[in-house]
């Protein structure tokens, strides 16, 4: 990867990760820390990089760095199931957004970070796979329970509303 | 009353046999003997009717439409609708999966409303969130390309240092060398207008050359041209006086100037003699200032110990500060114009954004 490629990548993906980040983080200041530090790793090997490969490069990188990070500051708490205890207060029956990122926050962290990978970037199973060191089926059954969650969760809510 | 094997049929038993009958649950034989007990009682005959028309039969009408979705051997079944609708949504299925999909979707609303919840779980990307400075991300390769040279380049590269040293070194040398002949010719100056106000007074341009002690000297000079031959003879005065006569004829001899330098190079002890020259024209200077001071006191100027003071406090105060100003200020722009040269030729920059010098290597731009 050249300098050129390089920087032609910051301009293309540096919001891409930051988004997939500081979903998963909710924290503008982490969020932008883990993306400086995920570039300048990859300024650092930028010559054994491929330039077809950097953006899953990249975002390989990030999402090590953020789970690095967790581990570390250990600001949110690592949740694998899904938080049931919903209360649903004054909530406006047409912000489905708003009830999706309440639902998403209430996922656990590796499956939020599936469904942003899927939903934000549209990688594949593989690709997902190749990120998150899982492999596919992981992949598959986690973001099919994840999705089922979320869905499980409009419903519930719907039926409040 | 009649037999069914090894069962007696009677008005006490018939409606068992009559169930048993519409059940199908009798023989031939059986059933034969069931409908003769009927024929031979005939106010049971309605009672067995109705028994048999209590009986469902299977309406042909009814039949399940659109059973494909029974079979498990087809891609999308009441078994896994679920997950080939998720897979949908992800987009891991092939254009004709796809199409089995939306076909078997559209054919049930149960499954329609789910693909329709399912959809809503998927999250759109947030435009408006961006990375705050990009800037900072941005990089520039600042590799310096190091050029590996054999003993033969880096011997003519040592021999280039070596000649632009020496002719440095030269050229700073040759500078000292004009300052200090710049003095002297000041005093030679010095000296032929002195000789010229002994033979004549009366030149204009060699009075300018005392253009620094400016009022003194025209005052004097004025008095020598109003009083010529007053002025010869305060001259002489002078002359004998403050001036030994050997000095007198050190400078008659200095009017050839190179062999003047060669004698102060070779002899140091000389370099009196151009002190002597400061000195001479600074006595001059004070005889014109204070004439009659020194025709009272011509002790106090005329010793030599005195002369050796003025001469030590002149010239450092005259020369040597312009002359390692000058020397400084050459060396510093010569360094920084080839500074410019080198950074416009390559498009290098010899310092990074801290203003770090980049030393050690050698850039050269393949641009």
Known sequence: MTEREYNECVTTYADNVYRFILKNLRNEEDARDVVQTAFEKMWIHHDEVDASKSKSYLFTVAYRQMIDHIRKVKRIQLKEEFNENVKVQNRPANNLKKILDEALARLGETQRTLVLLKDYEGYSYEEIGQITNLSESQVKVYLHRARVQLKEYLVKVENVI | ?367
């Open chain 2, 1 to 367: 009353m009649s037999k069914i094997e090894n069962m007696i049929i009677n008005r006490h038993n018939y409606e068992e046999c009559f169930i048993l009958y519409w059940d199908n649950e009798l023989s031939a034989s059986q059933k034969q003997v069931v409908e003769n007990f009927v024929k031979e009682n005939q106010d049971l005959e309605e009672e067995f009717t109705i028994l048999g028309q209590t009986r469902f039969v299977p309406d042909n009408n009814i039949q399940l439409e659109k059973k494909e979705f029974l079979l498990n051997n087809s891609f999308i079944n009441i078994t896994n609708y679920e997950e080939q609708l998720l897979n949908y949504i992800d987009d891991e299925v092939t254009a004709d999966q796809r199409k089995e999909i939306e076909r078997f979707t559209a054919q049930y609303s149960v499954v329609k409303q789910e693909l329709s919840l399912l959809q809503k779980t998927k999250l759109q990307p947030e435009a408006e969130v961006v990375f705050p400075d990009k800037s900072i991300l941005y990089r520039r390769d600042e590799k310096v390309r190091v050029i590996s040279m054999t003993w033969f380049r880096v011997a003519v590269a040592a021999a280039i240092i070596l000649i632009a040293g020496f002719a440095t070194f030269r050229l700073i040398n040759s500078k000292n060398g004009d300052t200090s002949s710049f003095a002297k010719i000041d005093n030679t100056k010095d000296q032929l207008s002195d000789k010229k106000t002994d033979q004549s007074i009366s030149n204009p341009s060699e009075k300018i050359s005392k253009d620094t002690k400016n009022d003194l000297v025209n005052t004097d000079k004025k008095s020598t041209n109003e009083q010529p031959t007053d002025k010869k003879n305060l001259k002489r005065t002078d002359d004998e006086a403050v001036v030994p006569n050997t000095l007198i004829a050190k400078r008659e001899n200095k009017n050839n100037l190179p062999e003047e330098r060669k004698n102060i190079n070779q002899q140091p002890d000389n370099m009196n003699t151009t002190g002597d020259g400061i000195i001479a024209e600074a006595t001059v200077l004070i005889k014109k200032d204070d004439r009659t001071a020194q025709a009272n006191q011509p002790d106090a100027i005329n010793t030599g110990f005195e002369k050796s003071d003025v001469t030590l406090k002149a010239n450092p105060t005259l020369y040597i500060p312009e002359q390692e100003e000058r020397e400084k200020g050459g060396i510093k722009e010569f360094l920084r114009k080839t500074t410019r040269v080198f950074e416009r030729r390559t498009r290098i920059q010899t310092t990074t954004d801290d203003n770090k010098l980049l030393v050690g290597a050698f850039a050269v731009s393949l641009k």
